[in-house]
């Protein structure tokens, strides 16, 4: 494995979460591993879990993280080829990402999607930049279309929470916002489930479609009610209009998760990637309940980002 960009394959998945589950139940057995070696951490944009998590995870393989948050401490990037750099960019990307390519053994990257340039946003423009001129093995922390270490994390998730189930139904719902948000983490987490052979339902007000590259296969229900109906696992994630690119379509408050919405999913358990805005897009009534994973979902995002440097490392 070179780069962890996306859903691979059943096999690599499952590979992956067994070895995340070894490094939880024992994290620092490969502290050897990586001694020596440096992953930098590149942010364009904020971050609580992916930061923090993948620092405590290269530590536990012995390698040395070095965050740059690129967005406020780093030069102004320019992406464009053959740019005339009059105006506000001071360095470009190519010659950034060949320094850091020298300086990391693994580059670690988050560039979220404009929500304004579908063309660049769909073809992760910014992310593959990083790689083309880096030269060295990249990891989303994000990318404009994907967020693999989280939905591996959420595998991982789904995985410890199965109870018995060998096919348990796991639900997509749509969820409130007053931003428009990115698509990144929908997307995975359809990518991931139905990669790893779990019957997905995603519901959503008409409108707001996901790119069909992450969703065949999955059964999409408008009704939210009819969706939920024997849930074992219900996701909640708020994005904005693919088909209507970036725009918020419905605000609708009464799409926000709360006990009542489970009535007929007695045994659901709740997953969201967080940051979650409480009472907008997820009740505290269910984020405080016992059917709430987010904690564990969290947690297990240094396993994950453990278990995918462990790969690259070889
Ligand atoms: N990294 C996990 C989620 C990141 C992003 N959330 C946000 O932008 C939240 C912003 C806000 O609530 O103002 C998203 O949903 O894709
Ligand atoms: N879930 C997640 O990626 O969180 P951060 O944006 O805080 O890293």
Known sequence: ????????????????????LAYKANPRID????????????????????RVSTQIAAQN????????NMDKEGWALEMNEGAIMNKGTVEHIKDAAGVLGTYFDIL??????????????????????????SGVPVISLESATRHPLQSLADQITIQENLAGKKKPKVVLTWGPHIKAIPHAVANSF??????????????HPSGYELDEEFTKGATLEYDQSKALEGADFVYVKNWSGFNDYGKIIST???????????KHAPE??????????????????????SRSLVQKQAENRIYAAQAVISKILG
């Open 1 to 20: 494995m070179m780069h962890f960009t996306k859903f691979e394959s059943f096999d690599l998945g499952q590979e992956l979460i067994e070895l995340a």
């Open 31 to 50: 502290l050897a591993k990586g001694q020596g070696k440096r992953v930098g951490c590149i942010f364009l944009n904020p971050s609580l879990r992916t």
């Open 61 to 68: 393989l012995g390698m040395e993280p070095i965050v740059l």
């Open 108 to 133: 670690a990257i988050r560039a979220f999607p404009s929500l304004t340039n579908k063309e660049e946003d769909v073809t992760d423009f910014i992310f593959s930049q990083f790689i083309k001129y």
């Open 190 to 203: 359809a990518e991931w489930t139905l990669g790893m052979g779990h019957d997905l339902t995603i519901t």
């Open 252 to 262: 609708d408050s009464s799409w926000m998760l709360t006990e009542k919405h489970l």
């Open 268 to 289: 659901a358990k709740v997953m969201h990637c967080l940051p979650v805005r409480r009472n907008l897009e997820l009740s505290d009534e269910i984020l405080d309940s």
